[in-house]
């Protein structure tokens, strides 16, 4: 009977540890959603903030590849004419 009580205490607490880590995982949500939203906002209002972000993703692109191209220098990058190499791709 004892042993009934202590298995069905543990399934207690381990279903609120369950319940709290998932209360928590919500929160970080809507937090990074809550986040995003902000940042679409901003962006929204100020095209070099827009134009920054889209740099930033095209760094991390960059890590990832073997080869770049940019035809227009500067000017290329600035109106997306980029040619992009999949290293795994053989080119």
């Known amino acids: 009977m004892a042993g009934e009580f202590i298995e069905i205490l543990n ?23 809550r ?7 901003m962006m929204e209002n100020n095209p070099t903030l827009l134009r920054l972000k889209e ?3 095209l760094e991390k ?8 191209s940019v035809y227009g220098g ?9 040619t992009l190499t999949d290293k795994r791709a053989g080119k």
């Open 11 to 33: 399934q207690v607490v381990q279903a609120q540890k369950a319940a709290e880590a998932n209360l928590i995982k919500r929160r970080e949500e809507t937090a990074a959603t």
């Open 35 to 41: 986040s995003l939203m902000n940042t679409a906002r």
């Open 55 to 57: 740099l930033e993703a």
């Open 61 to 68: 692109v960059a890590d990832r590849i073997d080869h770049i």
């Open 74 to 82: 500067l000017e290329g990058v600035m109106q997306n004419l980029v």
